[in-house]
């Protein structure tokens, strides 16, 4: 047999009180296969000494007679094993002693039931039984005692028929024959097989939870810990090993005692230690409608905190990065300057902030170089044109909905914007377009940093950075009713107004060469005389516009001047829009103004089978009034 072989088969310690016991063990353990065996000698307090010997052993259990199997319980976290004296057993013991007198004493320990008076009948004599001892000097009280009541002869254990020689009475000692050693050699060897299985599946279950990502610590009923995983003494930078210790002197504040006191799951908690914060279940484990014990499973609050950033941004399916930043603004004129500066600082805050500039200033440039420049650039950042999207699209958009939430909607659901941006900056652009029956309800998430889904009953917590911004004047659309002022005092926090290019036309040259080089174009194509015809040119589009020139101008270079390419730029601009017209039926009936303007509306937009932007440019006026003539 090899080492491996041996070291896989379980091992029966078996401690001897007498002689005839070990030679009795160590016969029948050669006929046992599969099982190694380890023989001791020894009895009650003697075997102290021999604890050291059953860990070295790597003894599985251990057996002996009672009253050494009982003074070893408890010592040893090593299962017990009791041969106990048998009927059979104290029946060949009396039958020896009786002709040594009619009056014997019984020592014996934790033996099972025996009929007391069926023997007294069988052999004629009377037994006095003493069967209950813990120690030697137990034994010798009940020797004593046994004395006193006339006893003539003792049988029992090895050392109480010692000791009552030494006091001048016969004795005998009750021995196990080797049928009763058998059976609770076969009790060990089925204890031991089991016990075997049970530690290598906790071991399994060790390796595995202390490569889990959480936290676990699993207690007794008495508050003893017999699992406490990596993850856990990272967590709480617990360095010893702390199986079998209370749990209150590892961690304070675990309240598995009170799980196991009260039967009640604690779920989600979130708990404070020393240098952080986890969240963290508790549960009490049942067997058979007992509680045994408890288990707690924890992760830090901040990991959590970025699985889930991750997973929404998985979710969305959208790189939700910001790719400007503040190196990207360029210019050097003061009012430019002033802008990056006064941009720079907002950055460092978490307030809100509202940006004012006509379109084509750079509104999103400045945003996504604030979301690179603050504490959540490593955030999403999610960007949303509030003037692109009709009500009920910008709504979904918006707050997100669950599965079933309207005809068409996605399965499994699709998280909005908010939830999309928690833990990095959420950019609203054209905020003054966003209606009035939507208002309140952004107006609630700003609050409350809380959202509900379409179609949900469930609040998810959000946290972002909110930017906004706008190219008309909001206090206007205050006064005129079209926007909430307590929404418009919530997102005008801090204030970003941005330059006109007609503002700092200074920096047309430089803006013009940097666009073109991002195009290829490396030859200076902007001269004195063309700088100034930039100049001259009062750019309504703004940088938006010059960048668009600046492209056309690198593919048209190489087949006509500079010059004559702005000339032709300028005559388009020059030029009347073409407006949108078609020949229309409209009836009405005779009603109240207000209803015959919505008749009216309403009719024109179906003329243009419902683009309402096409309608709007047909009737000269802002896709905002029809929306607001329709409601």
């Keep these: 047999m090899d080492l491996k072989e041996s070291e896989n088969k379980i091992t029966i310690g078996i401690v001897a009180p007498y002689l005839s016991f070990k030679e009795s063990a160590t016969k029948i353990s050669r006929q046992i296969e599969n099982v190694n065996f380890e ?85 004629a004599i009377q037994i006095i039984h003493k069967h209950s001892y813990k120690d030697k000097d137990s034994i010798m009280i009940a020797i004593k005692e046994s004395i006193e009541e006339g006893c003539e002869v003792i049988v029992g254990s090895s050392f109480a028929v010692e000791y009552a020689l030494e006091m001048g009475i016969p004795g005998l000692t009750v021995e196990s024959r080797e049928n009763s050693l058998k059976d609770a050699l076969k009790e060990a060897e089925n204890i031991a097989r089991v016990r075997r299985r049970e530690q290598e599946r906790i071991e399994e279950m060790k390796v595995m939870l ?54 009640q799951r604690q779920i989600g908690e979130i708990q404070q230690l020393k240098t952080t914060s986890i969240i963290t279940s508790r549960v009490p484990v049942i067997l058979k409608g007992e509680i045994i014990g408890a288990v707690a499973t924890f992760h830090e609050a901040g990991n959590i905190q970025r699985w889930e950033q991750k997973l929404r941004r998985e979710a969305s399916g959208k790189g939700l990065i910001a790719k400007k930043t503040f190196e990207n603004i360029k210019g050097s004129h003061p009012a430019m300057r002033d802008a990056v500066e006064k941009a720079r600082h907002y950055a460092k805050s978490d307030l809100p ?72 900056t959420l950019f609203l652009d054209e905020i003054g377009s966003i209606s009035k029956a939507l208002q309140p309800r952004l107006l609630r998430v700003l609050q409350e940093k809380e959202v509900m889904r379409l179609g949900s009953d469930r609040i998810v917590p959000v946290d972002f950075r909110l930017i906004t911004a706008t190219n008309v004047n909001l206090t206007d659309t205050v006064k005129s009713g079209d926007f909430r002022s307590d929404l418009y005092f919530r997102i005008h926090v801090l ?51 010059l960048e ?29 829009p073409v407006k949108v017209t078609r020949k229309t039926d409209i009836s009405i009936d005779i009603a109240p103004w207000e209803e015959m303007e919505r008749d009216i509306f309403r009719q024109v937009v179906n003329q243009f089978d419902g683009n309402r932007t096409l309608a709007a440019e047909a009737l000269g006026i802002s896709r905002s009034t029809i929306w607001k003539k329709l409601r």
């Design 39 to 123: 023989i001791f000698e020894g009895m009650l307090e003697e075997t102290e000494k021999l604890i050291p010997k059953f860990y070295e052993k790597k003894i599985d259990v251990v057996l002996s007679r009672a009253g050494t199997a009982n003074y070893l319980q408890g010592r040893i976290d090593l299962p017990v094993v009791s041969c106990e004296i048998t009927f059979y057993d104290l029946a060949v013991a009396l039958k020896k002693v009786k002709r040594f007198g009619k009056k014997i004493a019984v020592i014996l320990f934790g033996s099972k039931e025996l009929d007391i008076p069926l023997l007294e009948e069988i052999f």
């Design 210 to 263: 202390d490569f889990a990502y959480s936290g676990v610590i699993s207690v007794t009923a008495e508050g003893k810990i017999q699992m406490f995983n990596k993850t856990a003494k990272r967590i709480m930078s617990v360095t010893e090993d702390p199986i079998g210790k209370y749990i209150e002197s590892v961690v304070p504040n675990s309240h598995l005692k009170e799980v196991v006191e009260t039967g």
């Design 353 to 424: 902030i509202l940006i004012y500039g006509e379109t084509g200033t750079g509104k999103e440039v400045f945003a996504q170089s604030i979301h690179n420049g603050s504490p959540k650039t490593s955030g999403p950042f999610v960007a949303i044109n509030c003037s692109a999207l009709p009500e009920s699209l910008l709504e979904s958009e918006l707050f997100g909905y669950e599965e079933g939430a309207f005809t068409g909607a996605k399965k499994g659901g699709k998280p909005g914007v908010f939830e999309l941006a928690h833990g990095g």
């Design 495 to 545: 204030n970003l107004r941005l330059p006109t290019l007609r503002d700092h036309k200074e920096d047309i040259a430089e803006l013009a060469v940097f666009f073109l080089r991002h195009e290829g174009v490396e030859k200076s194509l902007i001269t004195k005389e063309f700088e100034q015809k930039l100049r001259a040119y009062d750019w309504p589009g703004n940088i938006r516009e």
């Design 548 to 576: 668009s020139f600046c492209r056309r101008l690198s593919i048209l270079e190489s087949t006509m001047t500079a010059f004559e390419v702005f000339g032709e730029y300028l005559d388009e601009m020059k030029e009347e």
